[in-house]
């Protein structure tokens, strides 16, 4: 099995977290009508005990509000596009949400009405990877109330939750410079905010002072384990951050999970052999501390981008006639990994699998990948020449054309000098949004997208420049296309298995998935598609799915809502069969993670998305944040 374990006094640890009262502030959960974390709960289960809005009535749902926010780049003025991947709060009453240029918006939860604004005061000018913000982490003391804010130009910023205004006592007149890009929100443990980002760095801070309370290495120096696992010392100054996606806390034990990301440079590891700990892993902390409990490395020596890119969710599964306390954690090769929380050990049997070895001059792939038995991939994980789309003539031409140019590859094959088709994608199979779980019935439920990359290796002519540096091809939409990496003596290109104006992938659909998984059994209870193209839906083709990002919520009124398709369309499944409730129209794709609540003053529950568009995958850009209802 691929898992290394050292609990280095664990119960000393978490009985100290504990004694200390730092988490006892979050312990006893959410209130029902509450929507209080990005996953509602601090494991991240992202589920609403809500039923209000269910099976029998969920056809008639319509708008209530829209607010927009009025930032829209798509590309052509300003280099960075812009992506509403903001999932709001609802706390105390109030709606809080955060916008792509990084505002903070308090609003009413019944209209949508504004109450405040905070800016941070970006500068729009600068080039990011884009204009993104998942949302803003919230502490609640006595009557304090405090939102953690991470901004794309690295600060850490402390608002008065009722005002909006920075908290003087916090760092320098409320802010903190980190120096360190921040996407997603802050995950408030205790009295503690704790921030990754892209530097290879955990940090957690006091939330009242802005002070350091600790720092975690993602590469510890005096970790002899971890540092063995690097060539020489090519663990030192390497970049690629411990943690960017959204990060989960088991507030009884005291424990932090911690989702890492591949090491730099992303295609290419010849300059760091080795398995290299703790890229790709799931790791275990202490939550008072830092210090760490365990690990589970997903992908060794990782040179596809397969970061684990999304929140850890924390599930409690009945198995074998005893509860079992769980972590579920999502990857871009679409495998589910089910562990034990408190010992990392798997729930089910994980082999050492060989994999290929071909590859560029100078690298040394790991010689086997960890692969699980259960449950089987909810994404495709290759293809054969006979599965190319036909959903018309033209698509099967075009997917002719580019697949001859390539060897189609197996998963874990690394890039070559001739090119190769490797599926999943550097976006997923799974992707940011995660996946959600439903304590009442056990499953899990997660979508995927089935698209391949096409990576090809280079070596660089000596006369060139020896710095890193970028490069994008753009098509007319403004959309990426393919993109060539340099990294000293290899040029890595890129590029997406799909017709780049279209983006429909190249091999029969489905191209886009929703599953429903049970996670005592590790078996599949239904598989859908998600999404369809309304162009080939007319031609009476079936719905394909399509390539999706942003995940779903569960409810007790046995619902799913996702919104992630690439089709301007937010769904309700029945979360017992995978049917299709209700469906309505949006402004733009609604590439994030939706969220429910009762609004205080009418008792009326909501669910609410933002519907952004745009992002990397979208020709339509909007900036509405948009709430549904059923009639008052």
Known sequence: MALSLTRR?????????????????????????????????????????????????????????????????????????????????????????????????????????????????????????????????????????RLLHGTLDGRLIALDAATGKPCPDFGDSGELDVGVRLTSPPKVVGDLAVIGGNAPTLRAFDVRTGKLAWTRHKVPADDEAATATWAGESWKERRGGVSWPPLSVDTERGILYVPTDSPTYDYYGGDRAGDNLYANCLLALDAATGDYLWHFQATHHAIWDYDLCAQPVLCDIQRNGRVVRAVAQVSKQGFLYVLDRVSGESLFDIEERPVPQHCAPGERPSATQPIPGKPAPFVRQSMTPGELSTVTPEHNAWAKELSARYQIAPLFHPGTEDGVIIFPCNQGGGEWGGGCFDPTTGRFFVNGTNLADIVVMEARNSSRPQEAVGREIVSREGLRGEVTYRRKAIDVRQNKFWHPQTLWPCQQPPWGVLSSIDLASGDYDWQVPLGEIPELSARGVAPTGTINMGGPIATAGGLLFIAGSNDRRFRAFDSGTGEILWEAELEGSGHANPMTYIAPESGRQFVVIAAGGGNKLSHKFSDALQAFALPA
């Open 9 to 145: 006094s664990f119960s000393r640890q978490v009985g100290i977290a504990l004694a200390a009262g730092a988490l006892q502030s979050c312990a006893s959960g959410p209130d029902e009508a509450e929507w209080p974390e990005w996953g509602r709960d601090p494991g991240g289960a992202r589920f609403s005990p809500l039923d209000q809005i269910n099976r029998g009535n969920v056809a008639g749902l319509e708008p209530a509000w829209t607010h927009r926010c009025g930032e829209i780049s798509d590309g052509s003025t300003n280099r960075t596009r812009t992506a509403y991947e903001c999932t709001p709060l609802m706390a105390d009453g109030t709606l809080f949400v955060t916008t792509p240029y990084n505002r903070v918006l308090a609003l009413h939860p019944e209209t949508g009405e504004e109450l405040w604004e905070f800016n941070p005061g970006l500068d729009l000018g600068r080039r990011y990877n884009l204009w993104a913000n998942r949302g803003v982490g919230l502490w609640r003391r006595g009557a304090e109330r």
